[in-house]
C-alpha cells in the first residue's frame, strides 16, 4: 500500500529561525515528489517538485531534498517568517499505467511561526 | 501558473438540503479534475475524478449518489452533495489536471461546508 509519513506532526519556531521537516514514503513505482504549502482554509500550492533524479531543488527561502535510495524527502526552510505559518504537505506521485497517476498525500506539518 | 477557481469558499446549509460546488479552471483546458475531501489535521482524500464528458470514477468508499460530479465542458467540474447531513461537513477541495500525462495538479482553494 502506497504511505506517505510526515515528520513532526506539528512545529513551533521563532521568526528568523530555521527548520527542517521530513518525509518519508514508501510509493511504487515512483515518479515524483512535491512539497505543498496549505494555508489554513485554503488550498494548497505548490512549491517544488522533484524527480528521481534530482537531489536537491530550491524555490527561495525553501530547500527540498530527495534521497530516493532510502525514500525520504526533507523541506528546509531557512529565515522563516509569520508567513511561513501553515501545513506543509508531501505528496508522492506514482505512475498507474499509462499516462495516469495517483497520488499519495502526507498528512502534513502544520509550522507555526511566532514573533 | 495554471488558476483553479472553487466556489462558493463557504457555505452553511440544513440538514437535508443539497448544495452545488463549482471548480472552474480560468486560463486553461482541464480534461480531468478531482476532488477531494479534508477533515481536520487529516491529509487530502480523493473522493473522484471527473473526466470532460464522461462518468466521474469514484473512489472506494464514496457514495455516487450522494456525491454528484457532472464535468460538461473543459473548464468547469461541480460536486453536488446530496441530501447533507452534519457528517458531511468537510473541506472540499478540487484539482485540475493541466495536460494529460501530467503530474501537475492546480488546486482551488477549498470549499468549507457545515451542516447544520
Known amino acids: 500500500k502506497n504511505q506517505v509519513e510526515q515528520s513532526p506532526q506539528s512545529l513551533i519556531i521563532l521568526e528568523g529561525k530555521n527548520c527542517t521537516l521530513q518525509?518519508?514514503?514508501?510509493?511504487?513505482?515512483?515518479?515524483?515528489l512535491r512539497w505543498y504549502k496549505q494555508d489554513t482554509g485554503r488550498g494548497p500550492v505548490s512549491l517544488t517538485i522533484?524527480?528521481?533524479?534530482?537531489n536537491t531543488k530550491s524555490n527561495g527561502r525553501y530547500t527540498a531534498t530527495l534521497d530516493a535510495d532510502t525514500k525520504q524527502s526533507s523541506l528546509h526552510i531557512t529565515a522563516s517568517q509569520l508567513s511561513d505559518s501553515a501545513s506543509y504537505i508531501c505528496v508522492v506521485s506514482a505512475t498507474s499505467g499509462g499516462s495516469n497517476y495517483k497520488l499519495t498525500f502526507g498528512k502534513g506539518t502544520l509550522l507555526t511561526v511566532n514573533p | 501558473g495554471a488558476v483553479v477557481s472553487q466556489h462558493p469558499s463557504w457555505v452553511i446549509c440544513k440538514s437535508g438540503t443539497s448544495v452545488k460546488i463549482e471548480c472552474r479552471s480560468l486560463?486553461?483546458?482541464?480534461?480531468?479534475m478531482f476532488w477531494y475531501r479534508q477533515f481536520p489535521k487529516q491529509s487530502l482524500m480523493l473522493m473522484a475524478t471527473?473526466?470532460?464528458?464522461?462518468?466521474?470514477?469514484?473512489e472506494q468508499g464514496v457514495e455516487k449518489d450522494k456525491f454528484l460530479i457532472n464535468h460538461a465542458s473543459l473548464t468547469l467540474s461541480t460536486l453536488t452533495v446530496t441530501s447533507a447531513h452534519p457528517e458531511d461537513s468537510s473541506f472540499y477541495i478540487c484539482s485540475a489536471r493541466l495536460v494529460a500525462g501530467s503530474t501537475e495538479a492546480f488546486f482551488g482553494q477549498g470549499t468549507r461546508l457545515t451542516v447544520v
Open positions: 518525509c518519508n514514503y514508501t510509493v511504487s513505482p515512483f515518479s515524483n
Open positions: 522533484m524527480t528521481f533524479s534530482e
Open positions: 471527473s473526466n470532460e464528458g464522461s462518468k466521474a470514477t469514484y
Open positions: 486560463d486553461f483546458q482541464a480534461t480531468t
